[in-house]
């Protein structure tokens, strides 16, 4: 499968780190997290690489009226061997329970990165809708 934005066979990101919430409450929750992390990539084309760099993350969840919660996790992966080098992955949804253990959730995944592999676009955007449901 080709993938104009990575050109990625295979990504793994290993993390071990720590975090704090900020807020938590019925309508809000805030949290940072933070940690070393560990990062393989393997190409479809490019050279296979790795590196130790770190994770930080984000998280924050709103409950809204009639239901509905946003919530957005952003995450930040700065490279420990090149400091130009660092990706960004934002996660923002909106969601509700339709009821009878049924859930609409839609939103979009913007990803960035600031070096990528040459003829590789730097930012993506990713817009979904899912239905679930829980049993």
């Known amino acids: 499968m080709s993938d104009s934005f990575k050109d990625l ?3 793994s990101i290993t993390s071990v780190g720590a975090g704090y919430e900020f807020v938590k409450s019925a309508p809000i929750d805030c949290s940072l997290e933070a940690g070393v992390a560990y990062f393989s990539n393997n190409f479809d084309v490019q050279p296979d690489e790795s590196h130790i760099g770190a994770r930080i993350n984000a998280i924050l969840r709103v409950a809204l009226p009639l239901g509905f919660e946003f919530k957005d996790t952003f995450t930040m992966y700065p490279n420990g061997e090149d400091s130009q080098d660092y990706q960004i992955r934002n996660v ?3 969601g509700t329970a339709l009821g009878s253990g049924w859930d609409l959730l839609g939103g979009v995944i913007s990803e960035f990165d600031n070096k990528p592999s040459p003829g ?3 930012l993506d955007d990713t817009y979904f809708v899912g239905l679930g449901y829980t049993f």
């Open 9 to 11: 066979a295979m990504e």
């Open 92 to 94: 923002a949804t909106l």
């Open 120 to 122: 590789v676009k730097r």
